[in-house]
């Protein structure tokens, strides 16, 4: 059993930032294996960024360069750091873990 809360989303004028944070708790063998995903209304749940072992890392290319995803494995808890907001940006963002979710944050940005 895993369980993933979310926190950090809000409203944000267009080039600002937030920072989510995904804490994680039960059968965690490492945070690396933890991404983010976001769906806005009518679209598809997509991939924005995930961490790897060895620390690697992936990004949609939509938020490369805006947004950085880290983690502390001491806290089980994996973040996203997302620079230069904007409206399309906005979304509710998951956490995932193997295929386990949290229930997600809201993140509007404001034009």
């Known amino acids: 059993q895993v369980q993933l809360v979310e926190s950090g989303g809000g409203l944000v004028q267009a080039g600002g930032s937030l920072r989510l944070s995904c804490a994680a708790s039960g059968k965690i063998f490492s945070i690396n294996a933890m991404g983010w995903y976001r769906q806005a209304p009518g679209k598809q749940r997509e991939l924005v960024a995930r961490?790897?072992?060895?620390?690697?890392?992936y990004y949609a290319d939509t938020v490369k360069g805006r947004f950085t995803i880290s983690g502390d494995n001491a806290k089980n808890t994996v973040y996203l750091q997302m620079n230069s907001l904007k409206p399309e940006d906005a979304a509710v963002y998951y956490c995932?873990?193997?295929?386990?979710w949290g229930q997600g944050t809201q993140v509007t940005v404001s034009s």
């Open positions: 961490i790897f072992s060895g620390g690697s890392t």
């Open positions: 995932n873990y193997n295929g386990w």
